[in-house]
Nanobody, 121 residues
Framework: QVQLVESGGGLVQAGGSLRLSCAAS????????MGWFRQAPGKERAFVGA???????FYANSVKGRFTISRDNAKNTVYLQMNSLKPEDTAVYYC???????????????WGQGTQVTVSS
């Protein structure tokens, strides 16, 4: 098993930046693919991006070029750098872990509690 804790959310103006962190504990972090998802009020949880065990990167079209995922296996942490934020990026952001990962949240076995990101116009 693995436990995930997100941090770094907050309130930012449009055009600003935030970096989210997701710290993992438990089973060997490097053996997991890590995903980032977000959920806005009244909407389903949506894929933001993912990083595989071999550090291949995958992004939703809506964030491509603005968001960057990275991982530091020595620190058991995955990051989501968010630049050029837009009001439509407002959501609760979740990190998730899975042996393989993917675009579907149902593919992930472990989830953090989420961190709120609010982008004001």
């Amino acid at each position: 098993q693995v436990q995930l804790v997100e941090s770094g959310g907050g309130l930012v103006q449009a055009g600003g930046s935030l970096r989210l962190s997701c710290a993992a504990s438990g089973r060997t972090f490097s053996s997991y693919a890590m995903g980032w998802f977000r959920q806005a009020p009244g909407k389903e949880r949506a894929f933001v991006g993912a990083i595989s065990r071999s550090e291949r990167l995958f992004y939703a079209n809506s964030v491509k070029g603005r968001f960057t995922i990275s991982r530091d296996n020595a620190k058991n942490t995955v990051y989501l750098q968010m630049n050029s934020l837009k009001p439509e990026d407002t959501a609760v952001y979740y990190c998730a872990a899975d042996d393989l990962g993917g675009y579907d949240p149902n593919e992930y076995d472990y989830w953090g509690q989420g961190t709120q990101v609010t982008v004001s116009s």
